[in-house]
């Protein structure tokens, strides 16, 4: 079965915190691609970044960074020196073959950047 | 136009109504689907079409009815509807599974 589990449902921070949000995922599939989404209050899902499970590079953008860890099945997301544009929901997802590579989403993290 | 286009952004019905939703892709995609968003559910494949055909019926109900006349435009005729299909109706596209997927700015239904 194909799962992607975000844990934290809310987080709340101050501005210029550093956050890091979780995703931890299940598939049996050895070729995947992973997902990161933003959904601010406009209703728009935004896509940050994709990772196939051939790649476990780390990788920065500005202050978004995302650490692929194959062994544990997580694919987490953080945001340095978080800013109040940044309040949004953030989804995880996960599209593997099984199924014919139908997208799975996690149920989301709503992130609060408080000014 | 640049992206995926919904319209309308917000729509109220009556149960006995009949409505559609469309969606355009400007992106040269070939594949495009409908998701639903509750605010109580993850979101919800409801359907996806590749190449103009229909590939994924996520067990979705009759009162929703799909359409994809060419890969830029896709369809999605609503009929007696419930409250509970009150949702955030979000439109995608994507070079095909597995490509990455651009989402529009979704449609507000409201169902009274």
């Known amino acids: 079965a194909q799962k992607v589990t975000q844990a934290q449902t809310e987080i709340s921070v101050v501005e210029k915190e550093d956050v890091t949000l979780d995703c931890v995922y299940e598939?049996?599939?050895?070729?995947?691609?992973l997902f990161w989404y933003k959904q601010p209050p406009s209703g728009e899902l935004v896509f940050l970044i994709r990772?196939?499970?051939?790649?476990?590079q780390n990788e920065i953008s500005g202050r978004y960074s995302w650490n692929f860890q194959k062994s544990t099945s997580s694919f987490n997301f953080t945001i340095t020196a978080s800013q109040v544009v940044d309040s949004a929901v953030y989804f995880c997802?996960?599209?593997?073959?099984?199924?014919?590579?139908?997208?799975?989403f996690g149920a989301g993290t709503r992130l609060f950047v408080k000014a | 136009e640049t992206g995926v286009t919904q319209t309308p952004r917000h729509l109220v019905m009556g149960m006995t109504n009949k409505k559609s939703l469309k969606c355009e892709q400007h992106?040269?995609?070939?594949?495009m689907y409908w998701y639903k968003q509750s605010a109580k559910k993850p979101l919800e494949l409801m359907f996806v079409?590749?190449?103009?055909?229909?590939?994924e019926n996520n067990s979705v109900p009759s009162r929703f009815s799909p359409e994809c006349p060419n890969s830029s435009h896709l369809f999605l005729h609503l009929h007696t509807l419930q409250p509970e299909d009150s949702a955030l109706y979000l439109c995608?596209?994507?070079?095909?599974?597995?490509?990455?997927?651009?989402f529009g700015p979704g449609t507000r239904l409201l169902v009274l």
């Open positions: 995608a596209s994507s070079q095909g599974p597995p490509g990455t997927q651009y």
């Open positions: 598939t049996r599939d050895t070729t995947y691609y």
């Open positions: 990772r196939n499970s051939f790649d476990e």
């Open positions: 997802a996960l599209t593997s073959n099984t199924g014919g590579f139908k997208t799975i």
């Open positions: 992106l040269g995609h070939n594949a």
């Open positions: 079409y590749n190449f103009k055909e229909q590939t």
